[in-house]
C-alpha cells in the first residue's frame, strides 16, 4: 500500500472511502466528525443510527472501526473509528494504532482500494501532533492489505508541514 501526507479537507477527497474520527456514539460531532456529517447529509446519520439500534448500543469502541454509506460525499463509504483520548499516565498508543489498521480491515472487506485518513485523536482528543503522526505512519506501513493508497488528509499548512517533517 501507498502511503501518502495530503494537505487539505477530507470531504473533498476523491477515494473510495473517508475515514471519520467519530466519538463511540457515532451520532456526529465537532471536528472531523462533525464536517464529515455536514458534507454527507443526513443518510450518514441515518446509517450511523440504524448501527446504534443493532450492533452498537452501548457505541463503537475506541480503536474499533464500521463502515457506512457516503451519503452526499464523492466517496462511496465512510469508515468510522473511535480513537483514544490522549493520557500522560497510561500508554493508549496501541489503541490509536488499532484505528487505522482496523479501518483498513474493514477497506478491505468492503473493497475500498483508495482511504483517505485524518490524523485520528490529534484533535479535540489532545494526542500530541508528532506522535499521532509518527503512530498513523507505523500502523500504515505495516498493515497487510488489498488497499492501493492511503492518504493521511492534514488540514492546513502547518499540520502538514509537521507531518512531513515527522516523515
Known amino acids: 500500500m501507498r502511503v501518502q501526507l495530503v494537505e487539505g479537507d477530507i470531504t473533498a477527497q476523491d477515494v ?10 457515532l451520532l456526529g460531532g465537532g471536528g472531523v466528525d462533525g464536517a464529515i456529517h455536514r458534507a454527507g447529509g443526513p443518510e450518514i446519520l441515518a446509517a450511523c443510527r440504524a448501527l446504534r439500534e443493532s450492533r452498537y448500543a452501548d457505541g463503537l469502541p475506541a480503536g474499533d472501526a ?16 473511535v480513537g483514544p483520548v490522549w493520557s500522560a499516565h497510561d500508554d493508549r498508543s496501541a489503541t490509536l494504532r ?17 482511504v483517505a485518513f485524518p490524523l485520528v485523536s490529534s484533535g479535540a482528543y489532545g494526542w500530541p501532533f508528532d506522535d499521532a503522526v ?6 500504515l506501513r505495516g498493515a497487510e492489505t488489498e488497499v ?5 488528509v ?12 515527522v516523515l
Not at 16 to 25: F, G, K, L, P, T
Not at 148 to 152: G, N, Q, T, V
Open 134 to 139: 509518527r503512530q498513523a505512519l507505523t500502523a
Open 98 to 114: 488499532s484505528c487505522y489498521t482496523r479501518s483498513i480491515a474493514i477497506a478491505d472487506e468492503i473493497g475500498a482500494e483508495t
Open 16 to 25: 473510495d472511502a473517508i475515514v471519520n474520527a467519530a466519538n463511540s456514539s
Open 66 to 81: 464500521v463502515a457506512t454509506t457516503a451519503g452526499r460525499l464523492s466517496a462511496r463509504w465512510v469508515i468510522h473509528t
Open 148 to 152: 492501493a493508497e492511503a492518504r493521511l
Open 154 to 165: 492534514l488540514f492546513g499548512r502547518e499540520a502538514y508541514a509537521v507531518a512531513e517533517r
